[in-house]
């Protein structure tokens, strides 16, 4: 059974920085594509960034290329790094990762979620 695991939420100043991990059951070579996403108190779940197949980190434009997913594939983790938290950042924020099913489709998996809160 696959499983993402984020650790890494919490209280964390205005203004300092931020580092989630996703720990994966199995190999993360297993995904073709890795995201985080995150969802405040009364909106959408929105995308942060995403690592596709390339392995090269992208950063949502709604966010204005704050976020970075840097991937270690020896602990079958990965981690979204952002250094300047801002009072919009508080939420709680998602691991995800895409399998192909063997015959062409795709098949989402998710973390639980782990919360961030951000103090001023």
């Known amino acids: 059974q696959v499983q993402l695991v984020e650790s890494g939420g919490g209280l964390v100043q205005a203004g300092g920085s931020l580092r989630l991990s996703c720990s994966t059951s199995?190999?993360?070579?297993?995904?073709?594509?890795m995201a985080w996403y995150r969802q405040a108190p009364g909106k959408e779940r929105e995308m942060v960034a995403v690592?596709?197949?390339?392995?090269?980190?992208i950063s949502a434009e709604s966010v204005e290329g704050q976020f970075t997913i840097i991937r270690d594939n020896a602990k079958n983790t990965m981690y979204l790094q952002k250094n300047i938290l801002k009072p919009a950042d508080p939420a709680v924020y998602y691991c995800?990762?895409?399998?192909?099913?063997?015959?062409?489709?795709?098949?989402?998996?998710w973390g639980k979620g782990t919360l961030v809160t951000v103090s001023s």
């Open positions: 995800n990762g895409v399998q192909d099913d063997g015959g062409g489709l795709a098949i989402d998996y």
């Open positions: 690592m596709p197949s390339t392995r090269r980190s």
């Open positions: 199995g190999s993360i070579f297993s995904f073709h594509r």
